[in-house]
């Protein structure tokens, strides 16, 4: 059973300094911004994999929901008020309702599904064990098609007709378009992969410490950028990438143009899942290690509130309101 809780009773004012970081230049010293207070905006889903559970905070209602899940949840995606959840321990995804927060069913899939992507109509499911991408209709799940990939499709992306999917143990990264396969050396271990406007790839290569980058369309490399600290995530954020570094605990802005970072945030002992607000006034920041979910504005880069999770927060989600 549910159990709504206020967010008001677990919420905790938290305010930690910039710090400035040396990276391929030299960063003038920058002095920490007071962190401004967090606005509520929208509902944010996370995924806690120990606790093999969803956590609907709804910021706006001021109302906190957990959901018991089959197993531990992995990549998520939403389409038209239904969130599709990997569980790849379980070998099946879970269909949520987004309204009533409830799990509606499960699609059983052998071969370890982690990676997930949507185009609206159809669902990209990554098989790590497989070596495939399965393509589902959304609406019903119906499998439409098979695409062979390299070892351990971990991550997988869209843009427009290509798929895009990091090859963790071949420590490369694919373009599948329809007419062709487009196959780069990425780095080690490559965990997350991210489209930079319409232009470049982002991959972030948690074995060697790195945040590759490649010229879409014909997928040139253009930069690799040593961040190190085991970078296990990396989106977009305008015209910089954000990447949470595992070892160090920290989210840190990577300006790709200058060719350095701009701000280094604490967030806690294994940080992992990323995922802004509607607004973009908002980062949220989980920590695995510390069972914390931390709010960041996106001017100053301080965290302004700590909510508690439950056990082993990674991916999330921000939607708008309910």
């Known amino acids: 059973m549910n159990h709504p809780k206020r967010l008001n009773r677990i919420a905790t004012a938290a305010m930690i300094p910039l710090v400035a970081v040396g990276f391929f230049v030299a960063l003038r010293a920058m002095d ?42 992995h990549e998520m995606v939403q389409v038209a008020g ?13 269909q949520v309702n987004l309204a009533s927060r409830t799990v509606e069913r499960y699609l059983v899939m052998a071969g370890s599904p982690h990676g997930i992507a ?12 497989a070596g495939e991408i399965v ?74 410490g790195t945040v590759a980058l490649f010229a879409l369309p014909g997928m040139e490399r253009a930069a690799v950028y040593v961040v190190e600290g085991r970078p296990v995530r990396v989106i977009p954020f305008g015209n910089d990438l954000l990447v949470a570094r595992s070892q160090f605990g920290d989210v840190v802005v990577l300006d790709p143009v200058g ?15 990323l995922c802004v607000a509607p607004s973009g006034s908002w980062l ?16 100053e880069w301080t965290v302004s509130m700590s909510y508690p999770t439950a056990d082993g927060p990674g991916s999330c989600l921000w939607l708008p309101a309910n």
């Open 118 to 129: 949507t185009d609206g109509k159809r669902l990209f499911v990554s098989l790590d064990e």
């Open 32 to 73: 920490p911004e007071p962190a401004p207070p967090f606005v509520p905006e929208g509902q944010l889903v996370l995924a806690n994999l120990r606790d093999e559970s969803l956590t609907f905070f709804d910021f706006e209602a001021g109302e906190r929901v957990d959901v018991e899940l089959a197993g531990p949840p």
């Open 135 to 208: 393509v589902l209709d959304a609406l019903t799940l119906a499998e439409s098609e098979r695409i062979a990939t390299g070892d351990t499709p971990h991550a997988i992306t869209l843009l427009g007709d290509t798929i895009f999917v990091a090859n963790s143990r071949d420590g490369t990264v694919g373009a599948i378009g329809s007419l062709s396969t487009v196959t780069r050396a990425s780095g080690t271990l490559p965990e997350s992969v991210a489209v930079a406007g319409a232009a470049s790839l982002a991959v972030a290569n948690t074995g060697d």
């Open 284 to 299: 949220a920041a989980a920590s695995n290690g510390e069972n914390m979910l931390r709010m960041i504005g996106t001017e």
């Open 259 to 273: 060719g350095g970072l701009r701000a280094s945030v604490t967030v806690g002992r294994l940080s992992d899942g």
């Open 82 to 94: 239904t969130l599709f959840v990997t569980l790849g321990r379980k070998d099946a995804i879970g």
